[in-house]
């Protein structure tokens, strides 16, 4: 069994920055890839940020320039620094991560709960 578990969300001003973790927690044979998708409400869930084991990131246009994403191998953690946040950065953030756990002879997608990240003066 392989849990994420976010952190970080919050209330932000317009201008304001945040940081978001994600630990990857269980029985964890390898990590493909973890990453940041978010939810606004009335929108459909859209990616914002991944990490391969690697070191490869890809981010959504949306957030290019504002956002890093970054991740520790020891410790099963992703991270996204999210700076000149914006009303439209609004969203439940939730971590995804392409995890082969143990008894499993595939990489599987694994989702935390998300966490809620407010942006509002």
């Known amino acids: 069994q392989v849990q994420l578990v976010e952190s970080g969300g919050g209330l932000v001003q317009p201008g304001g920055s945040l940081r978001l973790s994600c630990a990857a927690s269980?029985?964890?044979?390898?990590?493909?890839?973890m990453g940041w998708y978010r939810q606004a409400p009335g929108k459909q869930r859209e990616s914002v940020a991944m990490?391969?084991?690697?070191?490869?990131?890809t981010y959504a246009n949306s957030v290019k320039g504002r956002f890093t994403i970054s991740g520790d191998n020891a410790k099963n953690t992703v991270y996204l620094q999210m700076n000149s946040l914006q009303p439209e950065d609004a969203a439940v953030y939730y971590c995804?991560?392409?995890?082969?756990?143990?008894?499993?002879?595939?990489?599987?997608?694994?989702w935390g709960k998300g966490t809620l990240v407010t942006v509002s003066s």
């Open positions: 995804n991560g392409r995890i082969r756990g143990g008894g499993s002879l595939w990489a599987l997608n694994y």
């Open positions: 269980g029985s964890i044979v390898s990590i493909n890839s």
């Open positions: 990490i391969t084991r690697s070191g490869t990131t």
